[in-house]
């Protein structure tokens, strides 16, 4: 799948996630993914809406009177709440190691002026 497809994706699935009760045209969606920073044309936007409604996770409704095409959560959005879950624990567990290796270090730093200070060296 192209780059910007898969940002317009993800995107969406981060609006849908926020808002659930979301409804709205093509064009709309590219609002949803403006959200999040990701600028798509409106080919973009349809081409993964399609990918996503072929994954159950953007449910497609026509109107035959007003020929507009309507896009909303889908029945498959519980693997999308699952998969950002995974995404965001993971995201966390990174953050916590980074944060864990700077007190080390700061650790360390503090170690090492307290035994110049005292004298000792290693």
Not at 12 to 20: D, F, H, T
Not at 53 to 74: K, L, T
């Amino acid at each position: 799948m192209p780059r910007d497809v898969t940002a317009a994706v993800e995107a969406i699935k981060k609006y849908l996630r926020v808002s659930p009760e979301a409804k709205d045209t093509v064009d709309g969606a590219k609002f949803w993914c403006v959200r999040y920073g990701v600028m798509a044309s409106r080919a973009v936007v349809q081409e993964a809406l399609n990918v996503l409604v072929e994954e159950g996770v953007v449910r497609q409704r026509a109107y035959s009177q007003s020929g507009r095409v309507m896009y909303s959560r889908g029945p498959g959005v519980e693997s999308l709440d699952h998969d950002i879950r995974i995404r965001e624990s993971q995201k966390s567990r990174d953050e916590l190691t980074i944060q864990s290796k700077s007190l080390e270090h700061s650790l360390g730093s503090l170690k090492n002026q307290s035994m110049v200070r005292s004298g000792q060296t290693t």
